[in-house]
């Protein structure tokens, strides 16, 4: 056959290993880290499905390969009971699809502790690091003699020697993004007067003996795969000037560089693009290697679409692309371009709730895929024991999942719209520019359930006479929720504009908007007018914006509001007129915050008229999503999702 991505698509040699595609997943942490680091059946799933979905190359993160880390993260250690079975039953879930099993080497260096679950215990930890110094948080750095140097070093070709013996065929050691071995690169952390400081080539030095100890111990014909921070995008730290110098002088210990950017903490939103960033932001930076060196160069950062995936391999800019967060949100994505059905990928919206998660509840979660952090409860749809019909009410991603899950089932599915445009409320995504992903999750979603077999009812509102008529075993209720807008005088005029109905009428935004409401509805509306170059102000009562964003998302959220919206908190909004919102402090004065449109954004509310109505329509009757709590796109679909596997 004729692959529609035929660079994206084909093999790629590197010494002895043949790779099936170049689409690589990147590094990512399991979800059931054992207290002594070893890698559970969970993280084991987890790796495995993103093999099965056909990714050419999956790594485990991240092996700490120290004591002085003390991060609760992965070891691979033989004193540890069931640390190298672990590891094997990982190498193995991975290989016995086609895909070839690589495990991440690091160490945390100063910045270890930082996958503790309980912060407080950083600070009864020796952190080490190039230099002796106080980190931000006031945790103590202590300085690596040179008798630990050489421990640590030792200590990454043993662990990599136990990676091959467990079954893995490549290593990556982690120079980037701040850790160890990066904070001896770089210029910010590295203040050393002996031989691992001041030149660039002293600075190496630490990261070239960890190579020739890695490859001492694994062999010749063994992959390394070097990971590094093409720029740390930060001041006092390197650029892309010195990332070139970098991967010249490591070259010839590595078989792949891998290209990433940023730097701990201070480039999180670049390492990791945000839905503020171009995909591909740091591509640029394995391209400006990649003239430099002959070794293979991957590169990484927010990269979802086939068609730039594509032009990246094609044009040269480099051999090997990896992803995270996309193949969390589809781990089939590789095959799906390999197959010839990208239209079929459910792409990533870079909302943060995988990463939030795994900060807050040490858990893996994606937003538009529930199989993520439950892998082992089966990845394939098993069909019902009894075809049942089957009503879903609402299509919006909640009502879209579970339509699409239970059709697979092999259920009789029917969905009910009332509108002539399914997506519920991400209908309104549409208008805000960095989050048209967002928009287009429905109609992916609508795609799989039209494919599955769904038959789609629009512009019909599901009265309980129309279900009944129907006759249905289940019905799903996914109705949503509608916007609140309270008795407050003046909020229904000319001049108001609901936020969700923002996307039907942008043309009458005038040049001067304050947006009432600073949840995270509010502020993301409220920047995307500050990006259109509109003077914005943005009224809170609360005294803090948008606590319902997410952990991980919530910071380069507030940055973008500092940089586009003049923000007000603590302000209770009393009456809108026609020249902005008349507000009361907190003190009981008043003040008039201008503006010629005003942006209602106050929250919203679950239908429950319509859950009423229906609830007795059928044997089996589910309330998911916003119908039953407002809450986020994640928990819509992951509810739909087993509703549907409960029928």
Not at 7 to 34: C, E, Q, V, W
Not at 109 to 122: C, E, L, P, R, S
């Amino acid at each position: 056959m004729e692959r529609q991505y035929k660079h994206l698509s084909s093999p790629i040699t590197i010494g002895r290993k043949t790779f099936r595609n170049r689409m690589f997943s990147a590094p990512m942490g399991g979800t059931d880290i054992t207290n002594d680091g070893c890698i559970g059946p969970k993280s084991a799933a987890f790796y495995e499905l993103r093999a099965k979905g056909g990714a050419a190359a999956v790594t485990v993160s991240e092996c700490m390969v120290h004591k002085t880390d003390g991060s609760h993260a992965y070891r691979l250690d033989e004193s540890i009971l069931n640390s190298l079975a672990g590891a094997t039953y990982a190498a193995d879930a991975i290989r016995r699809h086609g895909a070839i099993p690589s495990l991440e080497l690091s160490h945390s260096g100063m910045f270890a502790g930082t996958y503790m679950t309980d912060k407080t215990k950083q600070h009864e930890l020796v952190q080490y690091g190039p230099c002796d110094t106080v980190r931000a948080d006031g945790v103590k750095v202590k300085a690596l003699d040179e008798e630990l140097i050489t421990e640590i070093v030792h200590a990454y070709g043993h662990v990599a020697s136990l990676a091959k013996r467990a079954g893995f065929e490549m290593v990556m050691i982690h120079g980037g993004h701040g850790w160890l071995i990066n904070q001896f690169l770089s210029p910010l952390f590295n203040h050393r007067e002996d031989e691992y400081g001041g030149s660039l080539e002293n600075r190496c030095r630490f990261a070239i003996r960890v190579l020739k100890s890695v490859r001492e111990a694994v062999g010749p014909d063994f992959l390394i795969e070097f990971r590094m921070s093409g720029s740390e995008f930060t001041e006092g730290g390197y650029g892309l000037e010195d990332g070139v110098e970098i991967a010249k002088m490591i070259e010839p210990y590595v078989d792949i560089i891998h290209v990433s950017a940023g730097t701990y903490q201070k480039t999180f939103g670049i390492t990791h693009p945000s839905m503020f960033e171009e995909h591909g932001r740091n591509v640029f930076l394995a391209a400006e290697i990649k003239k430099h060196v002959s070794k293979p160069v991957a590169t990484i950062g927010g990269l979802n679409d086939p068609e730039q995936l594509e032009e990246i391999i094609a044009s040269g800019k480099a051999d090997i692309v990896y992803m995270a967060r996309a193949l969390l949100a589809d781990p089939f994505l590789p095959r799906k371009v390999v197959e010839n059905r990208p239209e079929e990928i459910v792409k990533c919206l870079r909302c943060f709730t995988c990463m939030a998660e795994r900060a807050a509840t040490s858990t893996r979660r994606c937003t538009v895929n529930p199989l993520i952090g439950r892998e082992m409860e089966g990845d394939e749809i098993q069909k019902a024991p009894t075809k049942r019909k089957v009503v879903v009410v609402g299509g919006g991603p909640g009502g879209l999942y579970a339509a699409y899950t239970a059709a697979r089932r092999g259920h009789d599915v029917t969905l009910y719209e009332k509108e002539n445009e399914l997506g519920g409320i991400l209908k309104s995504e549409q208008a805000i520019s960095f989050k048209h992903e967002m928009y287009e999750l429905s109609g992916t979603y609508a795609l799989l359930a039209k494919r599955a077999g769904v038959t789609f009812k629009m512009n019909t509102e599901a009265t309980k006479e129309l279900i009944e008529k129907e006759n249905p075993y289940a019905v799903i209720i996914a109705t949503g929720s509608t916007p609140l807008v309270p008795p407050i005088p003046g909020l229904k005029g000319d001049n108001v504009i609901v936020v969700n109905n923002y996307y039907k009428e942008k043309d009458k935004v005038t040049d001067h908007v304050v947006v009432f409401g600073g949840g995270l509805a509010g502020c993301e509306c409220a920047i995307h007018l500050g990006m259109e170059g509109k003077h914005v102000e943005l009224v809170e009562m609360r005294d803090q914006l948008a606590p319902d964003a997410n952990i991980r998302h919530r910071p380069l959220l507030l940055a973008q509001v500092d940089k586009y919206v003049q923000a007000h908190t603590g302000l209770k909004g009393l009456e809108v007129t026609p020249n902005g919102i008349l507000c009361e402090d907190k003190d009981g004065n008043k003040v008039t915050i201008e503006g010629t449109t005003v942006i209602c954004a106050l929250g919203q509310r679950s239908t429950t008229k319509t859950v009423e109505e229906l609830q007795d329509t059928a044997p089996f009757v589910r309330v998911i999503g916003d119908a039953a709590k407002v809450s986020t796109i994640t928990n819509a679909v992951y509810w739909g999702y087993h509703a549907a596997l409960d029928i």
